[in-house]
């Protein structure tokens, strides 16, 4: 059973940056999943932000945060970072990990994870 600990959220001015980390735990085979960071804003639904392949070769991202954030992984240490820059207020939201365990393709649907972190929130001031 993979575990999800998401790290480094918090308050932030517009324009600024933050980055977030997610470790995973419990499943020695952590390139054997497809990692993801969704949101969520309070009364809206759960957004795509951005993924990964196993081997950190293939990335995407949702419309709205391309050229702004960058999404990364280190197998070596069971990690995935999502760095955020230029931030607007619009990112305010609680940040969750995902894993997609043997992908065949990288999902962009929240449903088609198997694996969440209990979230962390990241709030843009303006």
């Known amino acids: 059973q993979l575990q999800l600990l998401e790290s480094g959220g918090g308050l932030v001015q517009a324009g600024g940056s933050v980055r977030l980390s997610c470790t995973a735990s419990?499943?020695?085979?952590?390139?054997?999943?497809?990692m993801g960071w969704f949101r969520q804003a309070p009364g809206k639904e759960r957004e795509f932000v951005a993924a990964?392949?196993?081997?950190?070769?293939?990335?995407y991202y949702g419309d709205s945060v391309k050229g702004r954030f960058t999404i990364s992984r280190d197998n070596a240490k069971n990690t995935v970072d999502l760095q955020m820059n230029s931030l607007k207020p619009e990112d305010t939201a609680v940040y969750y990990c995902?894993?997609?365990?043997?992908?065949?393709?990288?999902?962009?649907?929240?449903?088609?994870?198997?694996?969440w972190g209990q979230g962390t929130l990241v709030t843009v001031s303006s």
């Open positions: 419990g499943d020695y085979s952590f390139s054997s999943y497809a």
């Open positions: 995902a894993a997609d365990y043997l992908p065949w393709t990288i999902k962009l649907l929240a449903r088609e994870y198997d694996y």
């Open positions: 990964i392949g196993w081997s950190g070769g293939s990335t």
